[in-house]
């Protein structure tokens, strides 16, 4: 799987956006983008993947790039509940594990 | 998504002991995964659980050290054998599922070992 390069922190004001890139230049075609968060002490949630569209569900949106070699992962209203850590990942659809990197830790400020 | 459950949530444990950590799904799930989180670092794999085969294992990873068990298809086990201080982390049991056809992961809430 390809690797990815994310922030390791960002800070977002509580209602404003909170936009998270991830570079992952060496993606291959058949690989998807995943993104998950790790909020404090729980287990990694699946947030939203996509391919080579823009995606948009009920907890954030995604934007690729026309090239994949990079995303944005897209918190509209950012709340205190969305700090945690946020991890992109980059797999083939079939694929099994997933391989995590270091993520972006977001912590969400009144 | 499946719905996982773990234990312990969390347990204390003398140097030299050994623990055995419980997944459970709701569903029957061909492939299971067993993670280590080591304090403030992220995720890595330790191995692949598949009913009726052998665990497969990640570099760094030895089967005396985390013997699996795979007994069916809703129920794994993950062993950590004569601990020490250095295996102090959060294991997390995941598992494969169809999400709009994504094969995304599902994680359990993790078993938080701390080792005297």
């Known amino acids: 799987d390809a690797k990815t390069t994310q922030p390791p922190s960002m800070d977002c004001a509580e209602g404003r956006a909170a936009n998270l890139p991830c570079n992952h230049s060496t993606i291959s075609g058949n690989e998807y983008v995943y993104w998950y968060r790790q909020i404090h002490s729980q287990g990694p949630q699946y947030i939203i993947h996509g391919l080579k569209n823009n995606e948009t569900n009920e907890m954030a949106s995604l934007i690729i790039t026309e090239d994949r070699k990079s995303s944005t992962l897209i918190l509209p209203h950012a709340t205190l509940r969305d700090t945690a850590v946020y991890y992109c990942?980059?797999?083939?659809?079939?694929?099994?594990?997933?391989?995590f990197g270091a993520g972006t830790r977001l912590t969400v400020k009144p | 998504s499946a719905v996982i459950s773990q234990k312990p949530s969390r347990d204390i444990c003398q140097r030299g002991t050994s623990l055995t950590i419980q997944c459970q799904v709701d569903?029957?799930?061909?492939?299971m995964f067993w993670y280590r989180q080591q304090p403030g670092q992220s995720l890595t794999l330790i191995a692949t659980a598949n009913q009726g085969s052998e665990a497969t294992y990640e570099s760094g990873f030895v089967i005396d050290k985390f013997p699996i068990s795979r007994p069916n298809l809703t129920f794994s086990t993950l062993t950590v054998s004569n601990m020490s201080p250095e295996d102090s982390s959060i294991y997390l049991c995941?598992?494969?599922?169809?999400?709009?056809?994504?094969?995304?992961?599902?994680f359990g809430a993790g078993s938080r070992l701390t080792v005297l």
């Open positions: 569903s029957q799930v061909t492939m």
């Open positions: 995941s598992v494969t599922g169809g999400r709009n056809g994504a094969n995304v992961l599902t």
């Open positions: 990942i980059v797999r083939v659809v079939l694929g099994g594990d997933m391989r």
